[in-house]
C-alpha cells in the first residue's frame, strides 16, 4: 500500500490518557510526545478526529505543546470516517495514505466499514508505530522534513484566497510567486525520487524512477533531468516538480512530469508545460509527451489537453524508443513560442538542441 502520508490521532485515551470532558485533567506520557516530534521529523502529517469539545481539546493540546504539529483537526461530535475524508481532502491525499490510531474498536470499526482503505492501529500501538516499515521512509529529505510548516504556510495560503474579492489572476500576483527551474544535482536525487513516488494527481505516467535510474540519466548528455521549486511571499514550497526530458534531433520526448498537489491551484503545471513548449519552439523540434491513465491522474491529463497536446500520429515519433511501461500513449505539439507566464516569475535554463551547455 506504500507509505503513511499522515497519521490521525484519537485523543482521548489515545494520544492522552484520560477523558477530557469527564476527568477536567489527563495525563500525557513523554515517550509519545517523543513519537509525534520523530513522525513529524520524518516528514508524516499528524491530525486529530476526536469526538470533544473543540476548544477545550485545542487548549489541552496548546497546553501540552502538541497544536502546533497538528494540521486540519477535526474535533466535534460526527462520525470519525467523516473527520478523516474531510481531512484527506483538505490534505489532497488519498485516503489509503492515511492511518488512523483510536482506544475504541467501535471507532475503528466504524471508519474501517467506510474508509476500508484507512490503516487503523490500536491505541496501544502508539509507541510501536515509528518503528514500522509503513511509517518509515526510506530517505527523509530536506523538504519532507519541512512538510508540516509548509502545509501551514499553505493554509494561510488558502485563508488569504477566501479573503480576496478580486479575481484569481490578481490573486495569484500578489503572491509573488518564483518559480525556479534547474537541472538536477547528485544531491537532489533523493527528493527527486520521492516526487516520482509521492504524487499521483498530477503524475503523467505513475511511472517510478528509482535514484539509479535517475542517476544514469543525469550522466546522459540526451536527457536532461529538471527540478522545480516554487516559493512565494508566504514562505518556499521546496522542490515541487520534476521534469524527464529526452532529446532526439527532431523531437523531444517528455518521458515524465510530475508537479506536488500543493500546487496545483497555482498553475504551476500550465506554467511548466508553456515553458517545455517554448523552448522546444526555439529549438525547431516537436513535443511528445508520455501519458498514462491512471485513477488519480485526470487532472494533469486536463493540463496537457489545455496546453495543445493531442494524441495524434506524426512523423517525428518514429524517431522515439517505445514507453517505458504499458498503457502509456503518446500526446503531440507542434510548439510555438510562448509568452511569459502572467502569475509567476519564472527562472529557468535554456534548453538548446545541442545539448546542456546552455544554462
Not at 498514462?292 to 494524441?311: H, K, L
Request: with cysteine; aromatic share 6%.
Amino acid at each position: 500500500m506504500g507509505g503513511v502520508k499522515c497519521l490521525v490521532w484519537d485523543l482521548d485515551n489515545t494520544l492522552w490518557q484520560g477523558t477530557l470532558l469527564e476527568d477536567g485533567e489527563v495525563r500525557f506520557a513523554e515517550e509519545l510526545r517523543a513519537a509525534v516530534l520523530e513522525l513529524d521529523a520524518r516528514g508524516i502529517l499528524q491530525s486529530v478526529a476526536s469526538k470533544n469539545d473543540h476548544d477545550l481539546a485545542w487548549a489541552q493540546l496548546e497546553k501540552l505543546g502538541l497544536a502546533e504539529y497538528l494540521v486540519v483537526p477535526q474535533i466535534g461530535w460526527g462520525p470519525k470516517s467523516e473527520s478523516i475524508r474531510r481531512i484527506a481532502e483538505e490534505l489532497n491525499f488519498a485516503v489509503s495514505t492515511i492511518a488512523f490510531i483510536d482506544d475504541q474498536p467501535a471507532e475503528r470499526a466504524e471508519v474501517a466499514f467506510h474508509l476500508p482503505d484507512v490503516r487503523c492501529y490500536e491505541a496501544e500501538q502508539a509507541l510501536e508505530l515509528t518503528g514500522l516499515a509503513e511509517f518509515t521512509p526510506t530517505q527523509v529529505t530536506e523538504d519532507s522534513a519541512r512538510r508540516r510548516p509548509m502545509y501551514q504556510e499553505n493554509a494561510r495560503r488558502e485563508a488569504a484566497r477566501s479573503e480576496y474579492s478580486g479575481p484569481d489572476e490578481a490573486f495569484l500576483r500578489s503572491l509573488a510567486i518564483e518559480m525556479t527551474i534547474v537541472r538536477a544535482t547528485e544531491a537532489q536525487l533523493a527528493r527527486v525520487e520521492e516526487l516520482t513516488l509521492r504524487t499521483s494527481q498530477m503524475n503523467a505516467t505513475g511511472v517510478h524512477y528509482g535514484e539509479d535510474a535517475l542517476r544514469a540519466l543525469l550522466a546522459d548528455p540526451g536527457h536532461e533531468v529538471l527540478v522545480v521549486t516554487m516559493a512565494d511571499r508566504f514562505g518556499a514550497h521546496g522542490a515541487v516538480g520534476i521534469v524527464l526530458l529526452e532529446k532526439h534531433p527532431g523531437v523531444w520526448r517528455l518521458k515524465l512530469l510530475a508537479t506536488s498537489c500543493r500546487v496545483v491551484s497555482f498553475g504551476a503545471g500550465a506554467v511548466l508545460l508553456r515553458w517545455l513548449t517554448d523552448q522546444a519552439a526555439a529549438a525547431s523540434v516537436h513535443l511528445a509527451a508520455d501519458f498514462r491513465r491512471t485513477d488519480r491522474n485526470r487532472i494533469m491529463e486536463v493540463a496537457y489537453r489545455f496546453a495543445g497536446f493531442e494524441d495524434r500520429d506524426c512523423d517525428c515519433l518514429a524517431a522515439l524508443p517505445g514507453p517505458d511501461a504499458e498503457g502509456v500513449q503518446r500526446l503531440h505539439i507542434e510548439p510555438v513560442a510562448q509568452p511569459e507566464p502572467t502569475t509567476m516569475r519564472l527562472h529557468a535554463p535554456q534548453l538548446s538542441q545541442a545539448g546542456r551547455e546552455a544554462s
